[in-house]
């Protein structure tokens, strides 16, 4: 997760997600593809496009991030521009973490090859209490 953010992230990849909201015992999930393309010469746009399933919902579901590279890793943004986390990575692992008063988010993302990475949340407090893992794996 050292190199740079565009050689690590960029093009297009399966994903893979599983949700479990243990508050209401509900498990779910999201199949789909995320995609990373160049916005500048420092970041990247993410788009993610998908079917969820959960609690008995199945319905499509979509986001958008921008990942802008800092000094010390990479910058996370929600698609309005708001700040969602940073992320400094150590080797193959980098961990993250957003206060969404009055929950928390505790993020891990770890990378186990060029072509497979996860990304992992577990969402904690009054309104939430998730685990959220989501697998990369590279198309093509």
Aim: with cysteine; hydrophobic share 40%.
């Amino acid at each position: 997760m050292t190199r740079e953010l565009g050689e690590v992230f960029q093009g297009e990849w399966r994903l893979l997600r599983r949700i479990r909201d243990q508050a209401r015992r509900e498990m779910g999930r999201l199949e789909g593809v995320a995609r990373f393309t160049p916005a500048s010469a420092t970041s990247l746009t993410y788009a993610e496009d998908g079917m969820l399933t959960l609690g008995g919902l199945r319905t499509e579901a979509n986001r958008r991030y921008r990942y802008e590279r800092t000094e010390t890793g990479f910058d996370v943004f929600f698609a309005d521009g708001r700040f969602f986390h940073a992320v400094a990575p150590a080797g193959r692992m980098a961990f993250a973490s957003h206060d969404c008063a009055p929950d928390l988010y505790r993020g891990r993302y770890r990378c186990e090859s060029a072509d497979r990475w996860w990304l992992s949340w577990r969402i904690t407090g009054p309104r939430k209490d998730l685990v959220i893992s989501s697998l990369f794996l590279r198309i093509g």
